[in-house]
């Protein structure tokens, strides 16, 4: 089965119209709408004689080939731009139906968010400049509630036992549950 450019031309021009139909927004009605609005495209696709005829369900998929094989043009021509390397320039090109199917998916779907900073080098960077510095962190201080202040709760020794705070001291860690050893118990003799 073949699709003709000019059946191309109506999915576009529909979807510049209506949205990515493969998209639907709004919840149960956004998708009962979007479904309506895909019968309608089939029965436009199937109308023009150049090409062949469809169900519904063949369109959508003829849809979304035709925006994933343009996302991944747009990215291979978007990575060799930005590429470094001596390498020939790529000699293929954007058509322009494939650059309004791009402006109906949002450019950031070939090219990547350009706000978001790339990971990698940057973090290795930092930390081999922490690890050239001569750190001397402590292990935690053991706090003693009787004389100074938690800096946790900010309060004194005296203040927990007043009217109104809590009667008891803050809960100390839980300790780990006890384990018991397994010892096998010996058989019982059967009774035949």
């Known amino acids: 089965m073949r699709t003709s450019p000019t059946q191309f ?6 979807m510049e119209r209506n949205g990515d139909l493969a998209k639907p927004t709004g919840g149960p009605r956004g998708r009962q709408w979007a479904t309506n609005k895909w019968r309608e495209l089939a029965a436009k696709l199937n109308c023009d004689g150049t090409g062949d005829s469809r169900t519904e369900e063949k369109w959508r ?24 390397g001596g390498g020939p320039a790529l000699k293929i090109s954007l058509t322009d139906l494939e650059l309004r199917v791009l402006a109906i998916m949002g450019e950031q779907a070939a090219s990547g968010m350009n706000t978001i ?10 930390e081999v400049e922490l690890a050239s510095q001569e ?15 938690s800096p946790l709760l900010n309060i004194w020794d005296e203040d927990w036992n007043q009217p109104g705070t809590s009667q008891e001291q803050p809960p100390r860690a839980p300790t780990p549950p006890q384990t018991r050893k397994w010892t096998p118990q010996p058989k019982k003799k059967s009774q035949n």
Not at 117 to 126: K, R
Request: aromatic share 10%; proline share 5%.
């Open 135 to 149: 750190v001397d962190i402590n292990p935690v201080e053991e706090i003693d509630f009787q004389r100074e202040p």
């Open 9 to 14: 031309v109506i999915m576009v021009e529909f």
């Open 61 to 84: 998929k003829v849809w979304t080939d035709f925006k994933n094989n343009t996302k991944r043009k747009a990215a291979k021509l978007n990575r060799s731009m930005t590429g470094t």
């Open 117 to 126: 900073p790339e990971v990698g080098f940057e973090h290795v960077e930092q």
